[in-house]
């Protein structure tokens, strides 16, 4: 499997997914911890993948995003964007209204 096949099937089987760098519990850069604070408050329902223990993604995803920074949220296979975009989207509501629509979306569509 290729790297983007990876990406995309990452993409695929998690519908809310943040590409950063360490873990939630253990986030490693300013960036990634804000995006982690704030994605939580919406919702504990999202995967992760740590760049930094994946070198194959983190070289090759900014090139298949056409984003070139982390970390990365995507939803429903779309870039939603990065740090500063997550925090305008938190501040204005945006966020939480697509976070939470998403989660239901999958819960229900889990159930069925």
Not at 35 to 41: F, M, N, P, R, Y
Not at 63 to 71: E, L, R
Not at 96 to 103: A, G, N, P, R
Request: neutral net charge; proline residues 6%.
């Amino acid at each position: 499997m290729t790297t983007f096949e990876k990406i995309q099937y990452q993409l695929v089987k998690n519908p809310i997914i943040l590409y950063m760098k360490g873990s939630p519990k253990l986030p490693l850069c300013g960036f990634s911890a804000k995006a982690v604070k704030l994605l939580s408050a919406c919702s504990d329902n999202f995967a992760y993948i740590d760049i930094l223990q994946n070198p194959d993604i983190r070289a090759e995803l900014p090139a298949y995003a056409h984003w070139p920074t982390f970390p990365q949220l995507w939803v429903e296979k779309e870039l939603i964007g990065g740090c500063d975009r997550i925090t305008e989207m938190y501040r204005t509501g945006e966020l939480q209204h697509l976070i939470k629509e998403t989660v239901e979306k999958y819960t229900i569509d889990q159930k069925l």
